[in-house]
């Protein structure tokens, strides 16, 4: 009887689905339940699936379930975003009365257009399109005026190798392999040493570690060699062996969060001040800005960008020695015609 009676409530639930694409009024909630069992949504990474998720559920709660999506409109989106940067109670899984940064708010907002521009793509079997257009398109999202880019300056890097071997071996070797890489703290914690070629000199950057999961093939540098190479002495692994090995578990990688609260230590040791919003990443904003002088394609394609527009717009730094460069030495003198 349960069995049966739960067998009509799905064939209920499909069948009010299916007439209200037909008819256009495909609610948030609906729009929310399709998307995430959609193969779109699963192909992603467990942990970008958890973010997508909870960012869609908290927008869809705020808004409505049972509003129309074609209702939506661009009022929608500064009442969310007004109540998210106050910390309203009304929304879930948020500190009451915390505020938050128009990053964040945008972040949130993000994942909502996702939903809706898959449902502009996706069609029913009768070839209708779930959505005809997306009611929020052109409407701009907060955008961050001032965000936080945080880059390690050189000296602060050397004053932390200093004291590295104080506060842990492996946080010696994470920093020179995160400066020395440019790479994400995903794509190194994650390293094995079948992934190094110390006879060719290059480091296997895999696909499943990698953000959008692009897989490379990338020269280290001698630095970086080195500390591999004292690293393996004194691990005495090869194979598939993590390259850093959890403390209390060898035969996984160690945990991103103890590393960066042996970074947070090794901070207080070099009585260097770590700026706000930063920590491993700001290693991966010195490699590039440190490489301005070279082509962006190039630098994009050795540090493990997918597109040179996240480069320049969230890694490149300015800095007062290139603009002073800039000011006093023109690269050219125009000529008169």
């Excluded at 699963?42 to 908290?58: E, G």
């Excluded at 597109?307 to 800095?319: A, C, G, N, R, V």
Aim: glycine residues 6%.
């Amino acid at each position: 009887d349960l069995a049966l009676r739960q067998a009509y409530e799905l064939l209920a639930s499909l069948h009010a689905n299916e007439m209200a694409i037909e008819h256009e009024t495909l609610t948030l909630g609906m729009l929310e339940r399709l998307y995430l069992d959609s193969p779109t949504h699963k192909s992603k990474k467990p942990r970008t699936q958890v973010a997508d998720q909870r960012r869609l559920r908290r927008v869809v709660a705020f808004i409505g379930p049972n509003r129309t999506v074609a209702s939506l409109s661009e009022s929608d989106v500064r009442r969310y975003a007004l109540a998210r940067k106050a910390g309203d109670s009304q929304l879930t899984a948020v500190i009451p009365g915390r505020p938050v940064r128009d990053r964040t708010i945008e972040y949130d907002l993000v994942g909502l257009q996702l939903a809706l521009n898959w449902a502009v793509r996706e069609r029913t079997p009768s070839g209708r399109r779930l959505l005809r257009e997306n009611p929020l398109h052109g409407i701009r999202l907060p955008r961050e005026k001032n965000p936080r880019q945080p880059v390690m300056t050189h000296d602060v890097y050397l004053r932390l190798l200093e004291v590295a071997d104080r506060v842990h071996p492996l946080l010696k070797l994470a920093l020179v392999v995160a400066e020395g890489t440019g790479r994400r703290v995903s794509a190194w914690t994650n390293l094995q040493w079948a992934d190094v070629d110390f006879a060719a000199g290059t480091i296997r950057w895999r696909a499943e570690h990698d953000k959008k999961g692009y897989e490379q093939v990338v020269p280290m540098s001698d630095a970086v060699k080195a500390a591999l190479l004292d690293a393996r002495r004194a691990q005495k692994s090869i194979g598939n062996a993590p390259v850093f090995p959890a403390p209390k578990n060898p035969a996984v990688p160690c945990d991103r969060h103890l590393l960066d609260s042996w970074l947070r230590r090794g901070a207080a040791l070099a009585e260097v001040e770590l700026e706000k919003g930063g920590l491993w990443h700001t290693l991966r904003r010195k490699w590039a800005t440190e490489r301005k002088g070279y082509p962006v394609k190039d630098v994009a394609a050795a540090g493990g960008w997918r597109d040179t527009e996240t480069l320049l717009k969230s890694y490149l730094q300015t800095d007062a020695e290139t603009v002073r460069q800039i000011v006093l030495h023109p690269t050219q003198r125009l000529a008169s015609r």
